[in-house]
């Protein structure tokens, strides 16, 4: 025992002064790069990556994660959110334009290792579930229910409307066919999506892609098997993870996600592929992400940009993000804390690539986290390594000239400007900066899901039926203690807005239809739409007008419109995001990022009102064509004070008050020249084209 002991401790002290000194080495070598890294660090600060947007991509992600995981609870779906990747890491650019990675945990499994005892209790809506590492590579495992034979049981005693629809779903599959054996495709099986969104959809690993939008649905076990232990007990210099970071990293768990191994290898055999499921250590992959500072990420940046411009054109997604990221991972383990400087950040890029390069020469990239992984099994050819290899090579050894080439977020252009000393300052302030562009784009709309385009191509009673099952979810939940989601409550209202208005829009369509029907369906529309108006945001109140109007209450819509005026006022002297557009800062994207995200999230639901598609029905008929000139699924975003003067002049005018009519198509007119159209303000055309409709109902045309 003693002679292992000092021969790892003799491995580690060979390993530290190995690293260190290759650091060193490349260091003495490049210390004419001082000033180059310099003005790169500049550069990426204002125009791709800085500490303020790293922490603002951050903080908008974490609280996403948290609004959805509460709106997926209110509605039935026993699940949690994650999203991990560039966008939450904070390692994107808008030049990159970045997927987003989102990964919806299953709570309906419970899962226990096979070295463990089976939990004494489980919830009476959880399904116990094995997972056995024996016999399987080392990031795969085989899944097995507990006790089959009780499933018929259960199935029998359950309530299809109000037990969890994951839970509900999964019963229906018959598992006493498998002996208890999961496959990995019954993941794809429960996501119930119709036949046109999987027509668009496309499988990418264990990832359902469609519209720029990564889903992963995925078990969870709280143990770590014991390849995932790795991480902890092999040899390092110690510096990085910390002591600290690796206590934390153990509580994390690991998801499992549907993916067997890569059926090019022989990793297993085919029979055996679709009962293997891919082990995940994302949390702990993003814990880590997040203790690095600013230089370790700008570096990291650089090489996504390096492999976007240069090897993505040949390799495709083979040469994935994810062996960069784990070159990364390995080079600021090895290589001591203080190498890692503003004025040394070529060198930083150069570590990470000489390591990648290393690893494409022994033909192995091992995984940082789990044991005995090579994560180019089934990526590349035998005779395609020396090719990498060798184009590896030729980068490192021209990495300047590579990077000031780089065309993404237009970094060699400026960094070309600050080597000729055009007055460097003045050019900085010609462009916005990159924070600037993210806090418009995250304030200006939002992003968009497949929500609205799953519920569009469903048949009206379809969407009814929906409207009124999920409204059975949401009673039930909203009646319910919040626990720690209370500070999200402000989502959950809005959620139940737009809810409220998807059950009206399908009331409506069936109405246009000539479908006669109770008015218990609208009635709890209207219901709901109460209830959502009780978190006070002017959002809400606008878009139950919105409903109002289209289904002609004109006076009860009329009794908003004086309280939304008041309300839009008040709000435009604090409102920092309304502020933001009608005077556009550097300084007022910097005093958004800071809030805090529920005053940023308000202020934003103040200013714009988005309109998925299925709420079609609920706007007038004028914008619901301006919505189908684009594609099903982007649905519409308008800003709320131009929207309400045009409701304001629609509503007086079929109410013939040609007074307060004037007025609103006035307050219209001005707003218009207020508000001046920027490369950011996107809802500006669509209040122009409010406008111009307005002046033709007048028959004004001239005036448009």
């Known amino acids: 025992m003693a002679r292992n002991s000092r021969r790892k401790e003799k491995h580690t002290i060979t390993k530290k002064r190995n690293a260190w000194n290759t650091a060193k080495d490349l260091e003495i070598d490049s210390n004419d790069d001082n000033e180059f890294s310099r003005k790169l660090s500049r550069v990426l600060d204002y125009f791709a990556v800085n500490e303020d947007l790293i922490q603002f991509r951050r903080k908008v992600n974490i609280h996403v994660e948290h609004e959805q995981t509460l709106i997926l609870k209110s509605i039935g779906y026993n699940r949690r959110l994650y999203i991990f990747g560039s966008q939450v890491e904070g390692t994107t650019t808008n030049g990159m334009m970045s997927d987003l990675d989102i990964l919806q945990r299953f709570d309906t499994f419970r899962l226990f290792l096979d070295s463990e005892n089976p939990p004494s209790q489980s919830h009476d809506q959880q399904v116990v579930i094995k997972v056995s590492t024996n016999g399987c590579a080392s990031q795969y495992c085989v899944l097995t229910i507990i006790d089959p034979s009780t499933l018929a049981i259960r199935l029998q005693q359950l309530d299809l409307f109000r037990d969890p629809v994951d839970f509900v779903d999964f019963f229906r599959c018959v598992w006493t066919q498998t ?15 119709p036949p046109a969104i999987l027509k668009q959809a496309k499988r990418h690993g264990p990832a359902e892609s469609l519209w720029r939008i990564d889903n992963v649905y995925a078990c969870y076990c709280k143990s770590l098997p014991k390849q995932c232990k790795f991480v902890f007990e092999r040899p390092r210099p110690g510096h990085w993870p910390s002591e600290k970071m690796l206590s934390k990293a153990k509580k994390c768990g690991v998801f499992i996600v549907p993916m067997g191994p890569p059926r090019s290898t022989n990793i297993c055999t085919y029979d055996n592929f679709d009962y293997q499921w891919r082990i995940s250590t994302n949390l702990t992959e993003r814990l880590f992400m997040f203790s690095l500072d600013t230089v370790h990420l700008k570096a990291y940046v650089l090489t996504k940009m390096i492999r976007k411009e240069l090897f993505i054109p040949i390799y495709r997604d083979r040469l994935s993000t994810f062996h960069f990221k784990t070159a990364f991972f390995f080079a600021v383990e090895t290589i001591r804390p203080d190498v890692w400087r503003k004025d040394n950040l070529i060198n930083c890029v150069k570590y990470i690539l000489v390591i990648l390069r290393r690893f494409l020469t022994r033909r192995n990239c091992p995984h940082f986290t789990i044991e005995n992984v090579n994560l180019f099994d089934g990526k590349f050819e035998r005779h395609e390594f020396p090719k990498l290899v060798d184009t590896f090579t030729s980068v490192i050894n021209s990495l300047r000239t590579k990077i000031e080439h780089i065309q993404m977020d237009h970094i060699g252009m400026f960094l070309n400007d600050c080597n000729a000393k055009q007055n460097e300052r003045s050019k900085y302030h010609t462009n916005v900066s990159a924070l600037y562009k993210t806090v418009c784009n995250v304030f200006q709309g939002v992003i968009h899901t497949t929500k609205g385009f799953e519920s569009s191509v ?68 209207k219901q709901i739409f109460k209830q959502s108006l009780k978190h006070d945001i002017i959002g809400t109140y606008m878009r139950y007008a919105s409903f109002l109007f289209c289904n002609r209450e004109y006076d009860e819509a009329c009794n908003y419109f004086e309280f939304l005026e008041k309300q839009i006022e008040e709000d435009k002297k604090s409102n920092l995001i309304y502020q933001l557009f009608v005077s556009p800062s550097e300084s007022l994207a910097l005093q958004i990022a800071k809030l805090s995200w529920e005053q940023s999230s308000k202020q934003k639901k103040s200013f714009v009102l988005i309109f998925e598609t299925e709420e079609a029905m609920c706007i007038p008929e004028f914008l619901r064509c301006e919505m189908y000139q684009f594609r099903f699924g982007t649905g519409m975003c308008v800003q709320i004070e131009p929207y309400l003067y045009y409701l304001q002049y629609r509503t007086y005018r079929l109410l013939n008050q040609e007074h307060k009519q004037s007025e609103a198509l006035l307050k219209l007119t001005i707003f218009t020249k207020i508000i001046k159209p920027t490369q950011f303000n996107s809802h500006f055309d669509l209040s122009l084209k409010m406008l111009m409709h307005c002046l033709e109902l007048e028959q004004k045309k001239e005036s448009v």
């Open 458 to 525: 469903l048949s009206v009673n379809m969407r009814i039926g929906v409207f009124m099952h999920e409204s059975i979810h949401l009673e039930t939940y909203h009646r319910a203690p919040l626990d720690e989601y209370r500070k999200y409550d402000y989502a959950l209202h809005n959620y139940m807005s737009g809810h409220a208005s998807f059950g009206a829009s399908a009331y409506l369509e069936q109405t246009t239809e000539g479908q006669k029907n109770t008015q218990y369906c609208i009635n709890k529309a």
């Open 179 to 193: 002996n208890g054996m999961i496959p990995h495709k019954v993941m794809f099986l429960l996501r119930n999506h």
